[in-house]
Nanobody, 126 residues
């Protein structure tokens, strides 16, 4: 059974930091490109960041570039998102998503992903 289990969300003040984790199982994690996708209240899905299967190539949405860092540990089948300098507009449910193959698509359409997690809530508020 394929599973992506996110953790690390919570309530944080503006300017604070959080580290999200995504534990993967049931598929070959090291052969899959991974992304973080978020959905703010009342809005559609937004692709946040992607990393290729080997971890050597990453990219970010303009809204988070310079503040967020995506990484992965293929030995532990885990994806991470370090989020610094958080803003209220970063409030959203964050989803871990995977695509079979080396490269990420940067898509915000859920049905274009092969694997999708249940999400973790991040709330940035004072």
């Amino acid at each position: 059974e394929v599973q992506l289990v996110e953790s690390g969300g919570g309530l944080v003040q503006p300017g604070g930091s959080l580290r999200l984790s995504c534990a993967a199982s049931g598929f070959i994690f090291s052969s899959s490109a991974m992304s973080w996708v978020r959905q703010a209240p009342g809005k559609g899905l937004e692709w946040v960041s992607g990393i290729n299967s080997g971890g050597g190539s990453t990219d970010y949405a303009t809204s988070v570039r310079g503040r967020f860092t995506i990484s992965r540990n293929n030995a532990k089948n885990t994806l991470y998102l370090q989020m610094n300098s958080l803003k209220p507009e970063d409030t959203a449910v964050y989803y871990c998503a995977g695509e079979a193959g080396e490269y990420y698509s940067g898509s915000y359409f859920q049905n274009e992903y092969d694997y999708w997690g249940q999400g973790t809530q991040v709330t940035v508020s004072s």
